[in-house]
């Protein structure tokens, strides 16, 4: 993923302190360098490891669950009755539980970097600190944040803010951790121009990175032109919420305007396919924001963690829509799942490519099951169509191997299912107590 875009066969990496040291024929550096450490990676594919632009790791806690509720027919329902309630039993033991085994299948699926936002209005005081914990522990890194929304109350809003403000600057006193700070608030139909401006300023102000929901459904544009008179975009330019530190996630109701505002500030979008199709709110304009440069990076939402299943997904899904096999290639999918997502965030300078110089954050894949020839032709097509998370084998970050073997070095995988299942049976407790419903359906 370096500018030239190079696939080189045969090569070896070297790493020093963390960092790309070289990129070499083989035979030359057997030569050249002793090695402490030796990871095989014959008949293999080393890539950087991969960047999830958007997601809530709380989402973990949902899987399977089967809620009492009258079955949402729209994007609001599900999340008036899906989410919401959700947010509000989340504990701050909750948010460890699902970080840490969220952390577990990002990391044994070879992504390196997250962007993370957590949302629970009754567990906000010092719940990234939690967050961070499990990052930590497993190794990866991760941008995180807390979702300021002011649905209940603009009180709720104030305390969403601080918990952010408490922890960017708790992190930029440690700046050596994998865990950094970003400002995040909820959408633009639960938040008011002053909590806006206040966020956006701060921000700035501490030179963080800020992302908001933007037009995931049809809400937002409602909304937007019927309290302001403009639509969602054109409603955050006017508050400068827009630039190359602000990640708009979904964009999927976007119109020609909207997407030459995102293009001509190179403010840069987060792509959820799968959550997309989960929630049915439609097909986001990617190919479009493509032909116009912006930079998009691919995220999971909270929803499936493995990011080759995401990259086949964003394959596939313009694909069908456009009814055109040239919609969008393999190769584009695979920027955004890497490159692109760094950039998004400020640090494409030092991950999202194997660079000499930049941080040895790399993956080691070795296909279980591989039916044809794996070579520097073919390998972006094996990404694509062939490779899953358990084909990762090996994952470095900073140059320290936290997965070998498929197996995670850093923390016991056992111990962490119980964790977030223990967590997680305590939970749907907790939402079969609050919301005594109709329906039952399965997610
Ligand atoms: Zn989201």
């Given at each position: 993923m370096d500018r030239q875009r190079r696939i080189l066969e045969g090569h070896t990496v070297a790493v020093e302190n963390g960092r790309i040291a070289a990129i070499e024929k083989t035979e030359e550096q057997q030569r050249q360098h002793t090695t402490a450490q030796v990871l095989d990676a014959s008949a293999a594919i080393v890539m950087p490891g991969l960047v999830c632009s958007h997601s809530h790791l709380y989402g973990m806690l949902l899987r399977g669950a089967t809620l009492k509720i009258n079955p949402p027919t729209d994007f609001t329902q599900i999340l008036q009755r899906v989410w919401w309630p959700v947010d509000e039993a989340l504990t701050?033991?909750?948010a460890y539980a699902s970080a840490l085994v969220a952390c577990v299948e990002f990391a044994k699926s070879g992504v390196t970097t997250f962007a993370d936002t957590y949302s629970g209005p009754n567990s906000t005081v010092g719940v990234l600190d939690q967050v961070r914990k499990a990052v930590e522990e497993i190794g990866i890194r991760g941008f995180i944040a807390f979702e300021a929304t002011e649905r209940h109350s603009k009180d709720e809003g104030e305390r969403g803010v601080e918990e952010n403000l408490r922890f960017a600057k708790k992190c930029q006193a440690?700046?050596?951790g994998k865990a950094k700070p970003l400002f995040s608030l909820h959408a633009s139909f639960t938040v008011s121009d002053d909590l806006i401006r206040k966020v956006r300023a701060l921000a700035l102000e501490f030179r963080v990175p800020i992302t908001i929901h933007t037009s995931e459904g049809m809400v937002d544009v409602h909304h937007n032109l019927e309290n302001y008179g403009k639509r969602t975009v054109e409603r955050l330019r006017d508050l400068n919420m827009v630039g190359p530190d602000v990640i708009l996630a979904h964009c999927v109701n976007l119109d020609e305007n909207e997407m030459e505002i995102i293009a001509r500030t190179?403010?840069?979008?987060?792509?959820?396919?799968m959550s997309n199709m989960l929630n049915a709110v439609g097909v986001a304009p990617i190919t479009k924001m493509?032909?116009?440069?912006?930079n998009i990076g691919l995220g999971n939402d909270g929803y499936i963690f493995d990011m080759f299943e995401n990259m086949r997904a964003t394959y596939l899904v313009h694909r069908v829509h456009h009814r055109d096999p040239n919609a969008i290639d393999a190769y584009t999918v695979l920027e955004m799942a890497t490159i692109n997502g760094a950039r998004l965030y400020g640090v494409d300078s030092e991950i999202g490519s194997i660079e000499v110089g930049k941080r040895a954050d790399l993956i080691v894949i070795r296909p279980l099951i591989l039916p044809t020839p794996l070579n520097a032709r073919s390998v972006v097509g094996h990404i694509i169509n062939t490779v899953d998370g358990d084909d990762v084998e090996h994952v470095i970050v900073d140059?320290?191997?936290?997965v070998k073997n498929r197996l995670l070095q850093t923390f016991g995988e056992a111990q962490a299912q119980s964790i977030s299942q223990t967590a997680a049976t305590e939970l749907w407790a907790r939402l079969e107590n609050a919301t005594p419903q109709i329906d039952s359906r399965g997610r």
């Open positions: 701050v033991n909750d440690n700046p050596s190179k403010t840069g979008v987060a792509h959820n396919p493509l032909e116009k440069n912006v140059g320290r191997p936290i």
